[in-house]
């Protein structure tokens, strides 16, 4: 459902819908005209340089580095092999730089390291990493066991447990703290934090609701120390191609939008969803609907704005070149300009201005568009 702005619009029938978010103190200065910003996170750049292709992304009011770089004065997203001395372990349980926080020099990292945004090796609560990522339950409790042969599992386990979110804090909070010192006006944050976990779409599809698990939300109240430092969040929306206009996404989208905006309310920063403009693994590019549901839902839920990724697929011939200029033209930035427009109206009409609008109830599909 869409809530249109027609050329003349009365107040009194926006405050039904929609209330006002006071703009975050932490607002980019760039966009502080702007309720809802665009940022551009693509490695575009060899559309123009290699391939003769313009994405003329300028044009549509979207945040960009100087020449479309991928690192630069608006936005920097930092990676594993740009993390200073980031411990870890390889798929063939080689450790890098000691392979656990536990194991690590903080020291030696701070002085090479930059940064961080997209950090997924591992995650700093020990009950979050699974699958693949259980090694470093493995190692940790190996290191304790070495220290302490005698001892239990049980207490074993308590013990390597502690060590782990202990150091994996030091090491997050540490390395964000020292982009803040290198870029004090930046929105450092990191990467797809916090996390909802609801994917429960895979599994039980016939009674998703897309709501995060209660252990999850008590997990995310437990890491307000990252919250507390951060300068923004940044959660993470991507959709796989088994969602492409499914029933799912709405709900999906939502929660995980939601869970970012009642995290931030810890230290009053913008939120802005990591969101692709294709389903993930793939150039198919998303659908009218799943835009409105991605991009258009986070506008009416009150997010600042959204970062649109995109790795090298989208430049790495003339031909993708020409694919995500033909979806921009033709899709994505009539979109863009659109919920935009509609999010500065709204927040002159409410308050002339100085917030942003989001809609009261929470729950339903009402999104916020210009009358074509």
Known sequence: MSITLPAIITTAALFLLFSVLPLPAGCDPVASDWPFVILWNAPTRPCLTNHSVSLDLE??????????????????????????????????????????????????????????????????LWDWNWENMTRYHLMSL?????????????????????????????????????????????????????????????????????????????????????????????????????????????????????????????????????????????????????????IGQSSALGASGVVLWGNNDFSCSKESCLAVKGYIEEKLAPYLKNITTAAILCSHALCSGNGRCAHKFSDSDIHLHLDP
């Open 142 to 294: 190996r290191l304790v066991n070495q220290r302490h042969p005698d001892w239990p599992y049980g207490k074993l386990r308590r013990l390597a447990k502690r060590q782990f979110e202990a150091a994996a804090r030091e090491f997050m909070a540490s390395t964000l703290q020292m982009a803040l010192r290198l870029r004090p006006g930046g929105l450092w944050g990191f990467y797809g934090f916090p996390n909802c976990y609801n994917y429960g779409y895979k599994n039980c599809s016939h009674n998703y609701t897309g709501r995060c698990p209660e252990d999850v939300m008590r997990s995310n109240d437990a890491m307000d120390w990252l919250w507390g430092i951060s300068r923004a969040l940044y959660p993470q929306i991507y959709l796989e191609r088994d969602l492409r206009d499914s029933e799912h996404v709405g709900p999906y989208v939502r929660y995980r939008v939601q869970e970012g905006l009642r995290v931030s309310a810890i230290a009053e920063v913008p939120v802005l969803p990591y969101a692709r403009i294709a389903y993930t693994y793939s150039m198919d590019f998303l659908t009218q609907d799943d835009l409105m549901k991605t």
């Open 59 to 124: 044009d549509f009011d979207i945040i960009i580095n100087q020449n479309q770089s991928f690192l630069g004065p608006e936005l920097v997203i930092f990676y594993m092999n740009q993390l200073g001395l980031y411990p870890y372990y390889t798929q063939a349980q080689e450790p890098v730089t000691g392979g656990l926080p536990q194991n690590s020099s903080l020291e030696g990292h701070l002085a090479k390291g930059w940064g961080v945004v997209d950090w997924e090796e591992w995650r700093p």
